[in-house]
């Protein structure tokens, strides 16, 4: 297919919620390869809301959690009539399902590795490479794709004004602003685990300020919060934020604390001061290769132990004290 007749462009994106922000550089090299082309994108249930952050016109669909089979695959496509004459579909995810959601749209041209039955309704299966990040994957399979290597790729977004939040904006009125810190959590069964690393935490500082933010399980965080000895500090918890909102909550804050790789890549893609908390070494975390920026996180290992890492530079840690002495330098409080 002749690269400059390509209309419309369909993805299917990966299911995993945390995966969203691997899948930026190769949205923003896609849009380059096709600046004229309307670009669509296929999302699982719940997982759509990191896309709103991309600085280019898409739509973005998401597949219920029940259309799942491959009989119910096929009755959710072909119901979904706003996704009609895709001339070019890149499978992101992988399997048969996904491949054949593009089958059953009718691109003209379909994109992915082939990994089993799935090359059946590909017209292009290409090899992945072993051992490859979600992120290099997908763009090494644009790169396959467009016959090219795409060199330079760094992505990151300014942070313009959003949308004030106006509770959030009367906890700065004081005569001094104060220099508030985002505590970015995921959901109640992990921050419940990791309980006692906030409780030390929260007990390291003196007279600070945190918002605190939840992407799922808000109440429960809240009502486990409640039962925090915060000392001397102010805890304002705050439900729920659009787009805008957040952006502003980013441009607010002195630095943003997190447990979650989701919240992790959109620092990292606003290039916010932050610092994620993990109470396992994960063997599979982004590397973020086209980000301008690149995360800093704590591993907090059973015997006491804090192991940090920032790039290339990796320190150990004995106490909590000395992670709390580390964001005062780091977010400037």
Known sequence: MELESIKKVLVKCPPNFDDAFNTFPFLFALSEEFPKAEINLLCEQGSSNAFNFLPFKFRAFERPKERLSLVQTHKFCANLNDIFNIDLFFDLENTINSSFMGYNFRARERVGYGVGWNKYFLTKNFVAEPSLSIEKKCVKLLELYVGKSIENLKVSRVRTEGQQIEKIEKLFEEPVPPKFILIMLDNFQNVSKQIEIWKSFFDSFQNQKFIITSLQDEDLISELFAQVDLGHNNLYMHKGATTKEMVYLLNKVFGVVSNNIWAEGLCNY???????????????????????????????????????????????????NQIVDHIHFYFKL
């Open 270 to 320: 606003f290039g916010v001061n932050a610092l994620t908390f993990f109470t396992e070494k994960k063997t599979s975390l982004p590397d973020y290769k086209y980000f301008f920026f690149k995360p800093q996180r704590c591993f907090f290992g059973e015997v006491g132990k804090i192991e940090f890492a920032h790039g290339q530079e990796q320190r150990d840690y004995q106490e909590m």
